[in-house]
């Protein structure tokens, strides 16, 4: 029987210490960027950005290192 008392005993002290910490995450401000991350898929993107060098670059890298112009 005095199990059931420090089994009852742990349990509050486990849900306690869950509450201050969900209390003290929310005034932390955790949770206030979920609205904005489930509606950033359907924000608009920019427009396209080119890589770096891809104005210039060669369709296919192997032509270069053929000897014949072959593969």
């Known amino acids: ?12 002290i486990l849900v306690i210490a869950a509450v201050v910490f969900f209390v003290a995450r929310l005034r932390g401000g955790d949770f206030d960027h979920g609205e904005r991350l489930s509606l950033l898929p359907l924000a608009e993107d920019g427009a396209p950005v080119a890589a770096p060098g891809a104005a210039g670059a060669v369709a ?7 000897p014949h112009g072959q593969r």
């Open 1 to 12: 029987m005095d199990i059931v008392i420090v089994l009852v005993f742990a349990s509050l």
């Open 60 to 66: 296919d890298p192997q032509e270069e290192d053929s």
